[in-house]
Antibody, heavy 117, light 113 residues
Framework: EVQLVESGGGLVQPGGSLRLSCAAS????????MHWVRQAPGKGLVWVSR????????TYADSVRGRFTVSRDNAKNTLYLQMNSLTVDDTAVYYC??????????WGPGTLVTVSS | EVVMTQSPLSLPVTLGQPASISCRSS???????????LNWFQQRPGQSPRRLIY???NRDSGVPDRFSGSGSGTDFTLKISRVEAEDVGVYYC??????????FGQGTKLEIQ
């Protein structure tokens, strides 16, 4: 069974940093590009970032480029999102999702990031 | 950036009746490889999103056959042949042809009337 489990969310002050993790199992992680998608409270889904299978290629939404860094450890079957210079607009549930053939084939339960003073 | 526009944004439906959601893109979603990367997701209340349809019309494993996707170019539709209570939630279309960024529609909230 495919499983994605995010962790690392929490309460952080504006300007602070957090590192999210996404543990993957049940599929060949190293063969799947991976994505982060976020959802602000009561709002829709917004794509944040994509990373290639070997980690050599990363793309970002304009709203996070230069502040967020996506990475992966294929030996540990884990995806990461380093988030710096956080603002209140970054408050959201962050989901990791796979891309086997097409985006969004599997989703984790999400982890809540709250940016507030 | 490709803008995805869904309609309606709110969809009250009677149990057992059909439902249809439209999704239009601001640019063609036909990729240079000939594929069209238009996916549909369901998000039930309090749950994570779940993909229903990928590449316009391919149903994901375990998705009931009352869900179907169709369309081409810039015009796409998700249809539910007979709405059941478990179909309540928000439905999103998403394009993965011209990225970055990948873009979602605003979401359509389906409720039972």
């Amino acid at each position: 069974e495919v499983q994605l489990v995010e962790s690392g969310g929490g309460l952080v002050q504006p300007g602070g940093s957090l590192r999210l993790s996404c543990a993957a199992s049940g599929f060949t992680f190293s063969s799947s590009p991976m994505h982060w998608v976020r959802q602000a409270p009561g709002k829709g889904l917004v794509w944040v970032s994509r990373i290639s299978t070997d980690g050599g290629g990363a793309t970002y939404a304009d709203s996070v480029r230069g502040r967020f860094t996506v990475s992966r450890d294929n030996a540990k079957n884990t995806l990461y999102l380093q988030m710096n210079s956080l603002t209140v607009d970054d408050t959201a549930v962050y989901y990791c999702t796979g891309d086997r053939g097409s985006v969004g084939d599997s989703w984790g339960p999400g982890t809540l990031v709250t940016v507030s003073s | 950036e490709v803008v995805m526009t869904q309609s309606p944004l709110s969809l009250p439906v009677t149990l057992g009746q059909p439902a249809s959601i439209s999704c239009r893109s601001s640019q063609s979603l036909v990729h240079s490889n000939g594929n069209t990367y238009l996916n549909w997701f369901q998000q039930r209340p309090g749950q994570s999103p779940r993909r229903l349809i990928y590449q316009v019309s391919n149903r994901d494993s375990g998705v009931p056959d009352r869900f179907s996707g169709s369309g081409s170019g810039t015009d796409f539709t998700l249809k539910i042949s007979r709405v059941e209570a478990e179909d309540v939630g928000v439905y999103y279309c998403m394009q993965g042809t011209q990225w970055p960024p990948y873009t979602f529609g605003q979401g359509t909230k389906l409720e039972i009337q």
